[in-house]
């Protein structure tokens, strides 16, 4: 970012991607309920009306006008600040308070403006179009400015990158441990989607409540990554910064962690949760998921393999402290 103008070029382009990506999303997300352009009829309703109404051009209009205005806006911060980060780096935890800060003003936007309005457009899918709207701006300005990642984070980026791919990997692999095991049962493919979104999104406790709609599958799918990826980042972080053996018994630590977790938080959810899926689903996807994110950081670092090697009885046992980790600067 080497100009004004080019600073506020990019900021209103990562603006305009990221309205429209959270255009997309309602769009979506309206037309699978059945009820098109409802969001942002609703919103100007409220915003500029103070009633709702039914949804109509006029309505549309004027909430896309204010849609797109504050996206730009914000937007056009972002590269600021950015641009300023650049330089100093003690800047970027004021940054990343303004991205959270981003997502809590449309979450705390939805409880103000009333029942009727939270009615028609849950927290969550507000939550969801916020992130997809984040994930493409800063999509957006690290793919225009290569050399963005590595000014910004130095050497961590490349750390970031591993852990949000193995955490993809892991989010995938419980995806498809679920849809073979839906279609298996005979039952609806998204079944486990839909039971998990409608009990942790939709507040779901008895079978009867549970709903095989798309906005919540689509919803939980979004906030799924969203999770694996930051424990992915998480997991990540652990295998650059420490050398092994120290490494392996903490990744086997903060797997069995997680999956302690991820049992506790379904058990105090619901019992609907367990009844419907079962213990031995969800143990049995979550150790698939952490076998192939294990797989994928012993593919992706040459360090583990002789220890592994060693464990297997294929290597001659070598020194303690030998080790080609290198914590990152």
């Not at 997300?29 to 009633?51: C, Q, Y």
């Not at 051009?57 to 004027?62: D, I, K, N």
């Not at 899926?277 to 012993?298: K, P």
Request: proline share 4%; net charge neutral; charged share 10%.
């Amino acid at each position: 970012m080497n100009s004004k103008a080019q600073i506020v070029r990019d900021g209103a382009v990562a603006g305009l991607l990221g309205a429209v990506a959270v255009a997309s999303w309602f769009l979506l997300f309206d037309f699978s309920r059945g009820r098109m352009f409802e969001t942002p009829a609703l919103l100007a309703s409220v915003l500029f009306h103070s009633a709702a109404h039914a949804a109509t051009l006029p309505r549309v209009v004027e909430y896309t006008i204010l849609h797109l205005f504050a996206f730009v806006a914000f937007g056009v911060g972002t590269a600021i600040m950015l641009e300023a980060a650049e330089h100093q780096r003690a800047l970027l935890p004021a940054l990343l308070i303004v991205l959270i800060a981003f997502e809590g003003l449309f979450l705390a936007l939805v409880t103000f403006l009333g029942p009727e309005f939270q009615s028609a457009l849950s927290w969550w899918s507000v939550l969801v179009g916020n992130l997809l709207a984040t994930v493409v701006m800063v999509a957006y300005f690290f793919g225009r400015h290569p050399r963005l990642g590595d000014q910004l984070f130095g050497p961590w980026v490349s750390i970031l990158a591993e852990g949000a791919a193995a955490g993809a990997i892991g989010g995938t692999v419980v995806i498809l441990w679920f849809l073979f095991y839906d279609l298996g049962s005979g039952s609806n493919p998204f079944r486990t989607p839909a039971t998990l979104g409608s009990v942790i999104l939709a507040g779901s406790r008895t079978p009867a409540t549970i709903a095989a709609t798309s906005p919540v599958v689509m919803s939980y799918t979004v906030l799924h990554f969203a999770v694996f990826v930051a424990f992915g980042i998480v997991v990540a972080s652990l295998a650059a910064s420490l050398e092994e053996p120290l490494l392996w018994l903490c990744l086997l630590l903060v797997f069995s962690l997680f999956q302690a977790f991820f049992m506790g938080f379904a058990s105090i959810l619901s019992d609907v949760l367990l009844n419907q899926l079962g213990w031995g689903t969800i143990v049995a996807g979550n150790l698939l998921s952490a076998a192939a994110m294990l797989a994928f950081f012993y593919a992706r670092r040459r360090s583990l393999h002789p220890r592994v090697a060693e464990w297997a009885g294929l290597a001659q046992p070598r020194e303690e402290g030998s080790s080609d980790v290198t914590a990152p600067g």
